[in-house]
């Protein structure tokens, strides 16, 4: 006698969007403001603590003989891709990656983690030390999406877009600054 194989219909298989995220409710009672300015320093902190490990490995192992975070002289042009363009359009490509992730049945930190990870080879690219703080970053931006899209997805967005800025705005002042006013070419 065959064996039937039983399709499980939808109602019984939980759905993704109920999904809780690990300490939700404490974050969401910040506020939207206070949340974006406080995921901006988690994402900025952890990310720094992880590109110093990455040094200290590149240190000991010499695997990557250039550790230069930027090659370019900053311009208008690129303080304003650091700081607009690239996070509105790489949260934009983030959250469609997640919510594929999503709906091909990746719990939300799976498809949080696995996003993180694309977007830190995506960055490591340009410079092999932007890999390690962007994986962090990209965590912490896209569990801002997940968290304040259960508000709507504009909020999901912003929280996610306005912490990007602010973490590209660190990084950016050091490139400007060191250019600029250290080596005297203004």
């Not at 952890?46 to 000991?60: Q, V």
């Not at 363009?85 to 719990?107: C, D, H, K, N, Y």
């Not at 696995?114 to 390690?132: K, N, Q, V, Y």
Request: with cysteine; proline share 5%; aromatic share 16%.
């Amino acid at each position: 006698m065959p064996h039937k194989i039983e399709v499980p219909s939808k109602a019984s298989v939980p759905s993704l969007a109920a999904q809780s995220l690990p300490w939700e409710q404490k974050f969401c009672q910040l506020g939207f403001r206070t949340y974006c300015l406080s995921a901006a320093a988690v994402a900025l902190f952890g990310s720094l603590i992880l590109i110093g490990f990455f040094l200290l490995w590149n240190n000991a192992f010499s695997v990557f003989p250039s550790m230069a975070m930027f090659h370019e002289q900053p311009t208008i042009a690129t303080i304003f891709g650091n700081l607009v363009f690239a996070p509105i359009v790489e949260t934009g490509l983030m959250i469609a990656l997640l919510e594929f992730l999503v709906r091909v049945r990746l719990s939300k930190l799976a498809s949080i983690g696995l996003s993180a990870l694309l977007w830190g080879f995506l960055h490591g690219t340009l410079a092999p030390m932007r890999f390690a703080g962007s994986i962090w970053s990209f965590f912490v931006f896209g569990y801002s999406y997940f968290l304040w899209s259960r508000r709507d997805r504009k909020s999901g967005f912003w929280a996610a877009s306005l912490s990007h800025i602010i973490v590209n705005t660190l990084p950016t002042l050091v490139v400007f600054l060191e250019y600029y006013v250290f080596q005297n070419k203004l």
